[in-house]
């Protein structure tokens, strides 16, 4: 998403995390899915980064679950790149 933020903003993008946040700020228009599934992998990364979250975290990380959303991941990477970074 920082990188779509540059290409389309062309300034350094806000010291933010919130992936959703800089869709918006970067005028990205995105499905409810879309928002939905930006909102969920920004809770992988806090969940990652606080002590308190990372065993449940951890927990949650079966080999389906990471699967499952590293292919998510990679399909969305795939969306912004075909239809907005050319």
């Not at 992988?44 to 991941?73: L, P, Q, V």
Request: hydrophobic share 35%; charged share 35%; net charge positive.
């Amino acid at each position: 998403m920082k990188a779509y933020y540059v290409k389309k903003v062309d300034k350094n993008p806000p010291y933010i995390h919130n992936l959703l946040r800089l869709a918006e700020k970067s005028g990205l228009e995105l499905t409810e899915n879309q928002k939905d599934f930006l909102v969920t992998v920004t809770t992988f990364n806090i969940s990652a980064r606080y002590d308190d979250y990372k065993m449940d975290f951890y927990k949650t990380c079966t080999k389906k679950f990471t699967k499952k959303w590293i292919e998510e991941i990679k399909g969305f990477r795939k969306w912004i790149k075909a239809r907005h970074l050319k």
